[in-house]
């Protein structure tokens, strides 16, 4: 049998029990397929299901704000994806009549499709024989072809995989991969005695199966110091929408960039348009680890007299209905105790 064949007879008895899969709703496929994108099966299932309730069809999430898109997607991280599905809503509702494109080429037109996405998509909706090369599917491959060079991005492996590819069943292929990556043929001591298509495997006829991938080097995060400062106008907590780029359109309190005593916080604050500034407390420090980044960040609280037209001054109920990213929890959750007094 061939590999295809033996992994789809191993998919028909042992495929994971998904909400989305069976689907055929090209809305519903990208939905998932975006999610699940850096983020665990598990998690994407209930903001799956959310979404789909307050959003069953494109042209709903089309005709959202991007407030509560995003306030929707808060705690899923790597929030350029909501804006990109928003977006590509938007693309697809009014400049298509509600129609997605019908092969991976088309969908990488649409903003946030990848190629992993746009092959996922189109060889489940369409039945298009393209690999949704992620790190999963490149692990595994990698494996079976003992592939000796290093791994920039899993579509360095597009040739061969395409060549492997079901042409009859390429969407329950690309997902059976995907799952004989997450039940299988895990990064470290894969369960070789169990796989379907061990007879296959060129890695585990040398007994080196943990040898591959082979990675090129990591390129070291960049590590950035920030002062992020809980400002109180009287009682109402100051927050800032951020423009686009990382996190935009979520919302942050004031900061600074760098590490620094009161009076040059003071001296910063009052450069970015607070007048009758007062530092205050030191508060805990936090950490965040973005893909390429680190934010070291340092807190404290303060007071003013007057701020930037582009802060809001928000009390607690309008707190609590903000987005606001992941690297900002710890802040967000002191700042939610200060406000209620
Ligand atoms: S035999 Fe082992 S290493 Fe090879 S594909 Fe199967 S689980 Fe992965």
Not at 237 to 254: D, I, M, N, S, T
């Amino acid at each position: 049998m061939s590999f295809a064949n033996d992994l789809l007879t191993w998919y028909d008895a042992n495929a994971r029990t998904l909400p989305w899969r069976g689907e055929r709703d090209p809305y519903r496929i990208w939905l998932s397929e975006i999610m699940l994108q850096q983020t665990q099966t598990q998690t994407v299932k209930g903001y799956y299901a959310r979404f789909l309730e307050r959003f069953p069809d494109v042209f709903a999430l089309a005709a959202a704000d991007e407030e509560s898109v995003l306030k929707l997607w808060e705690g899923l991280g790597y929030y350029s994806r909501a804006r990109n599905l928003h977006a590509a809503a938007k693309a697809v509702a009014n400049g298509r009549d509600g129609a997605f494109p019908t092969d991976a080429a088309g969908l990488r037109q649409l903003p946030g499709i990848g190629p992993y996405a746009a092959n996922a998509i189109a060889s489940i909706a369409y039945g298009e024989p393209v690999p949704a090369l992620d790190g999963n599917q490149a692990r595994v491959l990698s494996r079976v072809l003992a592939w000796e060079e290093a791994l920039r991005t899993p579509f360095d492996l597009l040739e061969p995989a395409t060549g492997l590819i079901s042409r009859e069943r390429p969407g329950d292929y690309n997902q059976a991969l995907m799952d004989l990556g997450a039940s299988v043929c895990l990064p470290k001591r894969p369960h070789c005695g169990d796989c379907p298509v061990a007879a296959h495997c060129e890695a585990l006829k040398e007994e080196a199966q943990e040898d591959f991938p082979h990675k090129s080097a990591p390129v070291p995060k960049k590590e950035e110091d920030w002062s992020i400062l809980l400002v109180f106008a009287g009682d109402k907590l100051l927050a800032h929408r951020r423009p686009k780029g990382l996190l935009g359109g979520l919302y942050e309190f004031a900061a600074v960039p760098g590490h620094f005593d009161r009076a040059e916080l003071s001296d910063a604050l009052t450069r970015q348009g607070f007048g009758g500034v007062r530092i205050l407390d030191r508060l805990p420090d936090a950490r965040h680890v973005f893909t390429h980044r680190v934010w070291r960040m340092r807190g404290w609280t303060a007071s003013c007299e007057s701020f930037p037209e582009d802060f809001l001054p928000v009390d607690s109920g309008a707190l609590a209905a903000l987005p606001f990213p992941s690297a900002l929890r710890v802040y967000r959750g002191i700042a939610e105790e200060l406000i209620r007094g």
